[in-house]
């Protein structure tokens, strides 16, 4: 089974229990220190163990920091049974564990934490003597919310800030401690942010800000924005994709989107964090406001489908460029009709291959400035669709 949950919610405690409820023998196994030789070793002792009527729980941390050949050396012991394999991942099995061990697995989703169920265990850390229970303590509940809040769903992190407090309370003769305000604000002063540039969070993040500023949702979309940036984010990944934003979500609805974020991009550029912050904020929140119309993304999507099935489609005679007496004895430029020559600056001249004809790929909503767009596009098919006199002479050279 693989366990796969965010740090300090449990994981290997639960397979520790799995094991003692089985009465099988635990191996703890770290993908960051073993490599193939150790997973053979191990394996072998398991063989052993199975030859006694032994049971055996694998339990490996952080699975998904092995490679697919170390993933596949689990998998002939764990077809004949020598072992009941556990892994724990923080990262989404489906794209860290290759699929042959991964479909011989169950896959658990463990969630964070609520700070309620934190202030319950801390409370329990409090009284219990495995904990502070042999110590008097004065703390309040509001100061163990504040750590339960601070903790952000991990049990362990909970604790060790549990742990810093105490030991850096103020204690009495009696050997009182009393955990302050002060003392409790030194503890939680900066918070690590659970950030993985390379990881699943990663595009969760800036999945949530685009789609965000795509739901015209300002306040969301600096939210994200400033987890990201707050967690280290490089500035300039952010930029990017708000480039990306402009075309594909605002388009010509309002032209101006693309080259104010072009101008957020050269100011992280230029002056770097923390100042581009509130670049990238204004163009968040511009682009959050800005009327939308993915006419430009739909438009060059389907001309890229057309344009991967049909790549051999000849450039029509009438458009190309004839440098050379060889090709303009070949008709390359023959009847070209130049658009300045005519008074509405258009011509009947036919720029699509013969195959596409009369395929449209712009078909702008009407959103915002688009409107305008609209209005003279179809003003363009119009004059096209009745245009009848002799096209322009092309102009001497």
Not at 358 to 367: K, N, S
Request: hydrophobic content about 40%; charged content about 25%; overall charge negative.
């Amino acid at each position: 089974m693989i366990f796969w949950g965010p740090p300090g919610v449990g994981k290997t405690t639960l397979a520790r229990i799995i094991a003692k409820q089985t009465k099988a023998e635990f191996i703890d196994f770290s993908a960051v220190t073993s490599g193939i030789k150790e997973i053979r070793q191990v394996m072998e002792e398991a063989d052993r163990n199975r030859q006694k009527g032994l049971r055996t729980v694998l339990f490996v941390d952080e699975i998904h920091r092995f490679n697919k050949a170390q993933q596949d050396a689990f998998l002939p012991f764990v077809e004949r049974g020598s072992i009941t394999l556990i892994g724990a991942t923080t990262e989404n099995p489906s794209f860290e564990i290759n699929n042959a061990l991964l479909s011989r697995c169950k896959v658990f989703v463990l969630q964070p934490l609520s700070p309620a169920e934190l202030t319950e265990l801390l409370s329990r850390a409090l009284k219990n003597p495995r904990g502070f229970g042999g110590q008097p303590i004065e703390i309040t509940s509001e100061q163990l919310e504040a750590i339960a809040n601070f903790a952000n769903g991990d049990a362990r992190n909970a604790l060790s800030t549990l742990e810093m407090a105490v030991l850096n309370g103020q204690q009495t003769e009696d050997g009182t401690v009393t955990v302050t305000q002060e003392d409790l604000e030194q503890c939680l002063s900066r918070k690590s942010l659970l950030y993985d540039r390379n990881g699943e969070e990663h595009y969760n993040l800036i999945s949530a800000l685009h789609k965000s500023m795509r739901n015209s949702d300002p306040d969301a979309a600096v939210y994200w924005l400033a987890r990201m940036l707050e967690s280290g984010e490089d500035p300039r990944f952010i930029a990017r994709r708000l480039l990306n934003f402009a075309s594909e979500d605002v388009g010509l609805a309002d032209p101006q989107a693309l080259p104010l974020t072009v101008s957020a991009f050269q100011a992280c550029t230029l002056v770097g964090m923390p100042d581009c912050a509130l670049n990238l904020a204004e163009a968040v929140i511009y682009l959050s406001l800005a009327p939308r119309s993915n006419a430009v993304y739909t438009a060059y999507a389907a001309a890229r489908q057309d344009a991967e099935k049909m790549l051999n489609e000849s450039v029509p005679l009438v458009i190309r460029n004839a440098p050379t007496r060889l090709m303009d004895e070949l008709g390359y430029g023959k009847d070209y009709q130049y658009a300045h020559d005519s008074p509405a600056k258009l011509t009947n001249m036919q720029c699509m291959p013969p195959s596409l004809e009369g395929r449209r790929y712009y078909r702008p909503d009407g959103t915002g400035l688009e409107a305008h767009y609209l209005r003279r596009l179809e003003q363009i098919l119009q004059w096209k669709k009745g245009y009848r006199q002799d096209p322009p002479v092309k102009p001497s050279e």
